[in-house]
């Protein structure tokens, strides 16, 4: 089953995170994953605050994501985000098939 990471991050040195951005794409795909959303264009709803930026990305499942921000080489890689940016939230998460309506037990 499919993992989600969000990821939401607020970005302070734009030059840096592209650095991160040219170096990262080998990493997520010897993981297996790929990215659904980048952090702009946020449009907030239901009184939220939409101060920072959001990334989301899929993996084929949990393990793959939580081995891939484990991953020696990931983490040097990571350098230059962790300097261009605060994190805010991270997270990897199942998904769930499709259902019409959110389990009763939610």
Not at 33 to 61: A, F, I, K, M, Q
Request: with cysteine; glycine share 6%; aromatic share 10%.
């Amino acid at each position: 089953m499919p993992a989600y990471v969000v990821a939401q991050m607020k970005v302070h040195d734009p030059q840096k995170l592209r650095e991160y951005v040219r170096l990262i794409p080998p990493y997520v795909a010897k993981h297996g994953g790929r990215y659904l959303t980048r952090g702009s264009d946020l449009t907030c709803l239901e009184d939220t605050n939409c101060t920072s930026g959001v990334v989301v990305s899929v993996w084929p499942y949990k393990a793959a994501a939580e081995a891939f921000f484990a991953d020696p080489d990931y983490l040097k890689v990571a350098e230059p985000r962790k300097a261009a940016s605060t994190m805010e939230m991270l997270t990897v998460q199942d998904g769930i098939e499709y259902t019409d309506a959110p389990d009763p037990g939610v």
